[in-house]
């Protein structure tokens, strides 16, 4: 199957600051991108929907403000968590999809945790 | 907007067993159905999907089933080993892209 990978893996910030977390496709074009939130021992949650080249879709609830979702190329979403804060703490999730995929494709996750 | 609900929530066999877990979506246009096993702290891995026009998809030890009318679908695991330990979500919705995951099942292999 196609390869996502995120990075970080994990990354730990003190709070207030501002995390990005990388998602990249690797060998295809992801046309689509999506971003989750895990937390403990919970379900996947879509956070927004990204498409190459215009404002990402945000769920009901998540603040886009907050969340910022940026898909500039073909390969590459990011989403920086800003002023972070204890709370936002959680496993982050990406996954791909692209014109010729019939599957969706997830990043190996990204654990943030806010100090 | 589509809901799937899922359970048991834990659930717990001997090695060689069979496991079967249920899922109930809400939504009458659904047609995608996949199944993830995620294990501690990496990322879900689609172990099965099955769409609309299909009742049953087999994949050596692992079978989903899918009724529209009632609007649920299973997971069957036979022979289980210890290394189908792992949480299990379902999924739903209108395409393989934006899934609506169910609330995920914690199985237990015990050998």
């Known amino acids: 199957g196609a390869v996502v990978s995120q990075h970080p893996s994990w990354v730990i910030c003190k709070s207030g600051t501002s995390v990005k977390i990388e998602c990249r496709s690797l060998d295809f074009q992801a046309t689509t991108m999506f971003w989750y939130r895990q937390f403990p021992k919970q379900s996947l949650m879509l956070m927004a929907t990204?498409?190459?080249?215009?404002?990402?879709?945000?769920e009901q609830g998540v603040e886009k403000d907050k969340f910022l979702i940026n898909h500039a190329s073909l390969t590459l979403s990011t989403l920086t968590v800003t002023s972070a804060h204890p709370e936002d703490s959680s496993f982050y999730i990406c996954s791909a999809t692209g014109q010729m995929n019939t599957e969706a494709f997830f990043g190996q996750g990204t654990r943030l945790t806010v100090v | 907007g589509e809901n799937v609900e899922q359970h048991p929530s834990t659930l717990s066999v001997q090695e060689g067993d069979s496991a079967v877990i249920k899922c109930t979506y809400s939504?009458?246009?659904?047609?995608?159905f996949p199944w993830y096993k995620q294990e501690l702290g990496k990322r879900p891995q689609l172990i099965i999907d099955?769409?609309?026009?299909?009742g049953e998809k087999k994949d050596q030890r692992i079978a989903v089933t899918l009724n529209k009318t009632a609007k649920h679908f299973s997971l069957h695991i036979t022979e289980t080993q210890p290394e189908d330990s792992a949480v299990y979500f379902c999924a739903a919705n209108r395409s393989f892209q934006k899934l609506v995951f169910g609330t995920g099942t914690r199985l237990l292999v015990s050998p």
């Open positions: 939504d009458s246009a659904s047609n995608y």
């Open positions: 990204s498409n190459e080249g215009s404002k990402a879709t945000y």
């Open positions: 099955i769409r609309s026009n299909v």
